[in-house]
């Protein structure tokens, strides 16, 4: 299984960017799908998630302003990122859980400018 991420780059504060994790490699839709990050200093933590019946999961601080999806006919899961602030800086991180194996992608740099 790997996982494809894209959609990172710099954006002003109060910018959007949508980033997306396409999976390849499994024939079944995974159970959970979601988005890490890790800032410079810091442990990585959990940004979104989302089950394969569609419940979500969000960290507070990203409460209102990201919207996590997915498709599961593509194995592919989507974070869009609004209202974008400079504390939002971080490496994201998209992963997969399916049949109890964590799967990771190598990570897409966001960068927010105040």
């Known amino acids: 299984v790997q996982l494809q991420a894209s959609g990172g780059g710099l954006v002003q504060a109060g910018g959007s960017l949508r980033l997306s994790c396409a999976a390849s490699g499994r024939g079944s839709s995974f159970n959970v799908m979601g988005w890490y990050r890790q800032a410079p200093g810091k442990q990585r933590e959990l940004v979104a998630r989302i089950f394969s019946g569609g419940s979500t999961n969000y960290a507070d601080s990203v409460k209102g302003r990201f919207t996590i999806s997915r498709d599961n006919t593509k194995n592919t899961v989507y974070l869009q990122m609004d209202t974008l602030k400079p504390e939002d800086t971080a490496v994201y991180y998209c992963?997969?859980?399916?049949?109890?194996?964590?799967?990771w992608g190598k990570g897409t740099q966001v960068t927010v400018s105040s």
């Open positions: 992963n997969a859980v399916g049949d109890f194996i964590n799967y």
